[in-house]
Nanobody
Framework: QVQLVESGGGLVQPGGSLRLSCAAS????????MGWYRQAPGKERELVAL???????NYADSVKGRFTISGDNAKMTVYLQMNSLKPDDTAVYYC??????????????WGKGTLVTVSS
């Protein structure tokens, strides 16, 4: 049974920083990628940052230069360092694990989310 647990969310003032963590447990056949997505009230869920097992990354244009994703394959843990936070960053942030099963089927598992509120 795979479990994802996000942590690090909270209330921060504009211009501040937060570091989100997502720790996975359980067994999978092959890890493909881990990433962070967010969903603001009344908005669609969107990709924030993605990291593949080879270390390559993708970022949404809105967070480039401010957010940094990193990961530890051995620990199956992914982090999101968020700097220069803006009110528009307020959202529930979700961790997602993309992996393959023994039949090479693509699978995805979502965490329950952690709330980030940027407000003065």
């Amino acid at each position: 049974q795979v479990q994802l647990v996000e942590s690090g969310g909270g209330l921060v003032q504009p211009g501040g920083s937060l570091r989100l963590s997502c720790a996975a447990s359980g067994s999978i056949f092959r890890l493909n990628a881990m990433g962070w997505y967010r969903q603001a009230p009344g908005k669609e869920r969107e990709l924030v940052a993605l990291i593949f097992t080879d270390g390559s990354t993708n970022y949404a244009d809105s967070v480039k230069g401010r957010f940094t994703i990193s990961g530890d394959n051995a620990k199956m843990t992914v982090y999101l360092q968020m700097n220069s936070l803006k009110p528009d960053d307020t959202a529930v942030y979700y961790c997602r694990m993309d992996y393959s099963d023994v039949r090479s089927y693509g699978m995805a598992y979502w965490g329950k989310g952690t709330l980030v509120t940027v407000s003065s």
